[in-house]
């Protein structure tokens, strides 16, 4: 069974500084899915950036970017210029490519808050 | 806009009590989920609908009955409940599989008295 695991409960940042949260996950599977969401006050998930496993180059949206390590199983999530509204709990998640299978494994998440 | 759209947001019923989440997509997917949120534990994934057929269930107990009548609707059935069942109820929806990412909506805050 895969896992995902966020080793930082909690993380804060000061405003226009960069920060990087960490993700680890186990799987025996080659071919994957990695996401990062994230989860405001408001509650509701958005998603903040995808990464196909199969995919050597690491994705980027924006400020957001990713630092996919696969021998390593790490896929880190760095925001860049900082804003306010990025403070919101950060969740990596893992679904694997085979066909059917939809679930998503959420790890525990880490809470950013953002320093004015 | 969300395209995800549960009610109620807030639910507080007894133990006894028969209540339901209901969740709407108007994104056109082909898929649906709910998930459980507790307090500093990951996401619980519960049900899984694809082309309307439940194609997962993570062993979760009957007290929660899930319908799918069609690709657009979700419920969620709840019916004697416990205390620990308070948590967050996430509605979720994709199109196929692969990267297509999942939608969710803002979900329900369930607190069982």
Redesign the interface.
């Known amino acids: 069974a895969q896992t995902v695991t966020q080793s930082q409960p909690e993380m804060s940042v000061q405003e226009a500084e960069t920060v990087t949260l960490s993700c680890t996950y186990d799987t025996s599977e080659s071919d994957y899915y990695l996401f990062w969401y994230k989860q405001p006050p408001s509650r509701q998930m958005i998603l903040v950036i995808r990464q196909e496993a199969y995919k050597q180059q690491n994705a980027t949206e924006n400020r957001f970017s990713v630092n996919f390590q696969k021998a390593a199983k790490s896929f880190s999530l760095k925001i860049s210029d900082s804003q306010l509204g990025d403070a919101a709990m950060y969740f990596c998640a893992y679904r694997t490519s085979n066909f059917g299978n939809e679930k998503l494994t959420f790890g525990t998440g880490t809470r950013l808050t953002i320093i004015p | 806009e ?1 395209g995800v759209t549960q009610t109620p947001r807030h639910l507080v019923m007894g133990m006894t009590n028969k209540k339901s989440l209901k969740c709407e997509q108007h994104l056109g997917h082909n ?1 649906m ?1 709910w998930y459980k949120q507790s307090a ?4 619980e ?1 519960m049900f ?1 609908y ?1 082309l309307e057929e439940r ?2 269930n993570n062993s979760v107990p009957s007290r929660f009955s899930p319908e799918c009548p069609n690709s657009s609707h979700l419920f969620l059935h709840l019916h004697t409940l416990q205390p620990e069942d308070s948590a ?1 109820y ?1 509605c ?1 929806s ?1 199109q196929g ?3 297509q ?7 329900t ?1 369930l607190s069982i008295l």
Do not use: I, M, W
Not at chain 2, 40 to 43: A, D, G, Q
Not at chain 2, 101 to 107: A, V
């Open positions: 969300t898929a989920y500093k534990k990951p996401l994934l899984v694809s194609v997962e967050l996430l979720a994709s599989t692969g990267n990412p999942q939608h969710f909506g803002d979900g805050r």
